[in-house]
């Protein structure tokens, strides 16, 4: 369960009163399904909760992307428009809470060249692909008490 993962802000320095629930906001013809976190160009991207990378990926709409599930391999945590990934991060990886990922940054289709971190949750299906589940809202979830 997502509440029981105490998800901690997966960008160094961010508070809750810095997020805005973008979940639902259109984009384009489709939903968002994530969050976007401003913050400074390089501003180090951290682990939102346990787990093992298990995809990274270079895509146009994402730019440099961390695909990582969860202890359960229940939820993946998505992480994308990197600017670069932490020195030694490679698929297979395991993760704790609060581990550095990479680095904020304006890859794929980071909207104005606005460096940020758009940050999603979804629900795996049975087979544990890395690209397909149910989109989860992480705004709800995230708290900044768990460094």
Same mark, same amino acid.
């Given at each position: ?8 802000? $997966? ?114 299906? $049975? ?12 705004? $709800? ?7």
């Amino acid at each position: 369960m997502l509440t029981a993962a105490r998800l901690t802000i $997966p960008v160094e320095g961010v508070s809750c009163v810095d997020l805005r629930d973008s979940f639902n906001e259109c984009r384009g013809m489709h939903r968002h399904e994530g969050i976007d976190i401003a913050a400074p160009f390089g501003t180090p991207v951290i682990a939102a909760g346990a787990g093992q990378v298990v995809k990274l990926f270079d895509s146009v709409p994402g730019g440099l992307t961390v695909y990582q599930f969860d202890p359960d391999e229940t939820f993946a945590y998505y992480y994308a428009h990197l600017d670069a990934y932490a020195s030694g991060l490679r698929e297979g990886v395991k993760l704790e809470r609060g581990d550095l990922l990479g680095y904020v940054g304006t890859t794929g289709n980071a909207a104005g060249g606005m460096p940020h971190l758009h940050f999603a949750i979804f629900r795996l299906e $049975p087979d544990r692909e890395w690209w397909k589940g149910e989109a989860i809202n992480p705004y $709800p979830f995230l708290d900044d008490a768990n460094r």
